[in-house]
């Protein structure tokens, strides 16, 4: 049984689409359940002229969770500097969902792993080195 937070997340996706001109790209996929994520971000800086993630935005092929925790995630590391993005957990995208049966729980992996992929495009695409918190 899904959480009325992960059912309003799938009937009305939040940061659903693409980002033209992405700084970077995560994609991630389960060959078992056949879901499929595209996470895009665009940085830029904040007042302290840290990087942040300006705008964040995914296309998810797959299942209500699927598409619940891609809308979760995005929502979690909007306006967040790298690192904080990075240490954002999928126990936080279930807990802000409001659960997800275990059988679904994959699925908030993948969408952390597609913010890791993003965010790691776009510094090796600027020659920069890699952290997962």
Not at 88 to 97: F, G, M, Q, T, Y
Not at 100 to 127: F, G, R
């Amino acid at each position: 049984m899904y959480s009325p937070k992960t059912i309003k997340y799938f009937n009305s996706p939040k940061n659903y689409g693409k980002i033209k001109n992405p700084d970077g790209i995560g994609k991630v996929g389960n060959i078992i359940c056949g879901d499929v994520m595209w996470l895009y971000i665009k940085i830029g800086k904040d007042k302290k002229k840290q990087e942040v993630i300006k705008d964040i935005k995914y296309e998810t092929f797959g299942c209500v969770a699927a598409i619940a925790t891609s809308g979760q995630v995005t929502e979690l590391a909007k306006g967040k500097t790298i690192a904080e993005a990075l240490a954002i957990s999928k126990d936080a995208i279930v807990e802000e969902l409001g659960g997800l049966p275990p059988i679904k729980l994959h699925c908030s992996v993948l969408a952390v792993d597609a913010l890791a992929e993003a965010i790691y495009d776009y510094l090796s695409k600027n020659k920069r080195q890699f952290r997962k918190i």
